[in-house]
């Protein structure tokens, strides 16, 4: 495991990652291998990432974008479940089949648009109307999303099991 590194000298919480990358862009920027290893300490294993192909990457690898997509929904997710869990609301399944949105005319290039679009199964006699405004709150308490200045949409669809 790749050492933590600095952290700072900063009150509450402080989030590492390191990557990894070795080659050489001597070719020119057609020829260098996109692939690189990344690392969240304290996990002890790294994972493979690379850039998304239109940027020449490997297509059967995680790639930036993705994982910053993949971040939204994860805390979208973590923050419903505790908003619901105070709220006493029982969930029974929670799924998000998110995207991200990077249009090839913005400037500077960058993913202006994250949409996440939960399922979320619940136990009858639950009001959906309850769930919905829940998920709105737990977008309002989600760290990522307050941390981007992308728009971050929540689309729910509540399932009474």
Same mark, same amino acid.
């Given at each position: !495991?790749?050492?933590?590194?600095?952290?700072?000298?900063?009150?509450?919480?402080?989030?590492?990652?390191?990557?990894?990358?070795?080659?050489?862009?001597?070719?020119?920027?057609?020829?260098?291998?996109?692939?690189?290893?990344?690392?969240?300490?304290?996990?002890?294993?790294?994972?493979?990432?690379?850039?998304?192909?239109?940027?020449?990457?490997?297509? /059967?690898?995680?790639?930036?974008?993705?994982?910053?997509?993949?971040a939204?929904?994860?805390?979208?997710?973590?923050?419903?479940?505790?908003?619901?869990?105070?709220?006493?609301?029982?969930?029974?399944?929670?799924?998000?089949?998110?995207?991200?949105? !990077?249009p090839? /005319?913005?400037?500077?290039?960058?993913?202006?648009?994250?949409?996440?679009?939960?399922?979320?199964?619940?136990?009858?006699?639950?009001?959906?109307?309850?769930?919905?405004? !829940?998920?709105?709150?737990?977008?309002?308490?989600?760290?990522?999303?307050?941390?981007?200045?992308?728009?971050?949409?929540?689309?729910?669809?509540?399932?009474?099991?």
């Amino acid at each position: !495991m790749p050492d933590e590194g600095f952290r700072g000298d900063v009150r509450g919480h402080v989030y590492s990652a390191r990557v990894e990358w070795s080659g050489s862009t001597a070719g020119g920027y057609r020829a260098y291998p996109r692939a690189h290893t990344a690392w969240t300490p304290p996990a002890a294993e790294g994972f493979d990432l690379s850039a998304d192909a239109h940027f020449r990457g490997d297509p /059967d690898l995680p790639n930036p974008e993705q994982l910053l997509v993949l971040a939204a929904s994860s805390c979208q997710l973590l923050s419903f479940l505790a908003v619901a869990a105070r709220g006493g609301v029982e969930v029974l399944a929670y799924a998000d089949d998110a995207f991200g949105q !990077m249009p090839a /005319d913005a400037v500077p290039q960058r993913i202006t648009r994250i949409v996440l679009r939960p399922v979320i199964s619940v136990v009858a006699g639950t009001d959906p109307a309850v769930v919905v405004r !829940m998920t709105h709150e737990a977008h309002d308490e989600c760290y990522i999303s307050n941390s981007l200045t992308t728009q971050v949409v929540v689309e729910p669809e509540v399932v009474i099991a």
